[in-house]
């Protein structure tokens, strides 16, 4: 699936063209969210009326940045995704890192650094879906040119495109407005909706923002739960995360199972407010109520106090919509296309969910990124007042609008406040399509969307117009058909477990999915009593969790199947699994210059070296160097940047490691 938006892109045989050291845009008032001074000026864009070109930048309407040292690499650039609109615009982007997207099965090229990296060993983190070519986030010495080093890499030809990591700020605008009343759930319609469906526990929003609060009564009752994760502190759910219970937190590059909020700073409120606005608890005599009264609130963090990375928003993209996320909120957006973000959108639409975006707050004639995306399964928002004018603030242009001004909800700790923006608008656009699911669970994506565009109300400024509820119900009404045999997808069809012959192996987990996003209960029965399935049935779309336990099994290959059948029939899907048994667990070398002579690993400086633990016992998955984390799982890819040996482990187990010069 392609998505578009106004992105610029070099063709893959083009001659690239010189890239700008900074790029363009509309400054950005100081964000009271960010602790310390300003950030930089962020960028807006044209939005997506503007057609698709490709065009070199000028320079004289360029703000310079300082100069920055080149990096050389040994490959370099064919076709850069870059950020394109607005004239005006200006980036933000992280200066020491590239995103490089591989081709599919392709394998990520070794480079030599110019300098000492930060550590002995670099690690360079997998971003991909299992849907997906590799992604990989390659870090940069300190004070690199990102652009020259994106365009270098890039023309290797292993590299489909590669890209610098941009910056995205919240969207709002907060003010002192009077609490004492939501004037925006009776100007959507709400209470008459209620009448109808007050929403549905089964239903999944995720909140892509900076956390919730997790203690916030208001919010509790209505946390999503996740059903294949417990609270002992290990990954259950084969993610790659532990104790991911209510969420992740992939701020900075972790990967962590508590998205709670700050709880101090001007940064605390924002995703608790739009939480609130989509499920907070209601009739429960206390604070305020949602769009919703049942529903989950899926907590994804990945906005720091300055803003989210690309890289981390794409991450937890994917979480939200692998994890059964059928909308996804999304009240950020700036400058920078990101092609990566694009990617994870096209693939939550895949997997059927919504993706709904803030448009904006610059009071530009078209919506921002990622708002600007055109695709089947992305919802603009723009704000609205009282009166159903566009607030001057919003961006103009978007598919549909909602309440954006004075709109009270919960706060962290345990708070609730009013305030404007794009920001508040989204949630009630989620919220909406979260209680359309609740009234009909068999309709597809579209079908919602639909229903939301075609009963909008006519608001100058906006495509549709503004939400109304009630009416969005009965539209859906006319638009849902009778359910039939949907066809089933997962991600991926064949699966390797590893594990010595007294030993169980390390859990790997397949996505279910159902044409157009139906939720369709699903078995999976294993052929194999080797083969585990810790929870063989559930609802699409689903995450399915395959072990096993290798006591009693000879040494070498065994082969197993997992099918999974559609309740009520219709056509079964099969994943091949294929156990390899080893008389002794050992960490499996790969790359062109790494390799085990004995038990001592040699790497070539400068050069990506692939260790796979996956043939040692599950349980503790942290690789240290000198004792501090270095990287989680089982598979650590990096570059080693210094001469002589290495203090590397794994789950405690030592590592002996020699970094020999290049020959």
Known sequence: MQLATDLCSFAPTAVPRALPKGLLGVPEPFDPLFDGDPPEPLPRYAGTAAPMQQR????????????????????AFVGMAMACGNPKAEVRTIDDVVLVQ???????????????????VEPVAELSSDESPPLWRV???????????????????????????????????????????????????????????????????????????????????????????????????GDGIAGDLHGANFVDGVAEGDPQSATTGSERWHGSHVAGIIGAA????????????????????????????SDDLA????????????????????????????????RAEKRGALFIAAAGNDGDSAP??????????????????????????SNAGALVAAPGVGILSTTSPGRYESYDGTSMATPFVSGLAALLWSAHPEAT????????????KKVSGVSAGRIDAAAALTALDGLVKSPTDAALTVSRDAVELTSTPDGSARAQVVSVRAEGGLGVPVQAKASAAWLHLPRPS?????????????????????AGTVTITPAGGGKALKVSVTLHVTQKARIVASGAACAFEGDTLHVTVGTVCVLDASALPPGDSEWLLDGIHLATGPKLVGVFSHLGPVALSFGGRAVDVTVDPSR
Request: hydrophobic share 40%; aromatic share 6%.
């Open 56 to 75: 070199a930048y000028r320079r004289d309407v360029l703000k310079p940045r300082k100069k920055r040292k080149v990096v050389p690499l040994a490959f």
């Open 102 to 120: 591989l081709k599919t099965a392709a394998q990520l090229p070794s480079f030599a650094a110019q300098g000492p990296l930060a550590r002995a």
């Open 282 to 309: 209601s009739n429960n005599g206390k604070g305020v109520a949602g769009v919703n009264w049942q529903v989950q609130l899926m907590a994804v963090r990945a906005i720091g106090t300055q803003g989210g990375r």
């Open 315 to 346: 991450r937890a993209i994917d979480y939200a919509s692998s994890h059964g996320a059928r909308v996804i909120n999304a009240s950020w957006g700036g400058g920078g296309t990101s092609a990566t973000i694009v990617d994870a959108i096209a």
């Open 445 to 456: 994506a579209a079908n919602v969307k639909e229903a939301i565009v075609q009963s909008a």
């Open 538 to 558: 559930g609802t699409t779309p689903m995450r399915l969790t395959i072990d096993a336990d290798a006591a009693g099994l000879a040494v070498g290959d065994h």
């Open 139 to 237: 870090p940069l010495p300190k004070g690199a040119d990102v652009d020259a080093a994106a365009r270098a890499l890039a023309l290797d030809p292993a590299v489909a495109r590669a890209e610098p990591v941009f910056v995205y700020p919240r969207l709002k605008t907060p003010n002192d407005t009077d609490f004492s009343q939501q004037w925006g759930l009776a100007k959507i319609n709400a209470p008459k909706a209620w009448d109808r469906t007050t929403g549905d526990r089964k239903t999944v929003v995720a909140i892509v923002d900076d956390g919730i609060d997790l203690q916030h009564t208001d919010l509790t009752p209505n946390l999503w739960t996740n059903p294949d994760e417990s609270d002992n502190g290990k990954d259950n759910d």
């Open 368 to 393: 921002g990124f990622p708002a600007n995306v055109k695709g089947d399964g992305v919802i603009s928002v723009g704000a609205t007042t009282q009166t159903d004018a566009l607030a001057d603030f």
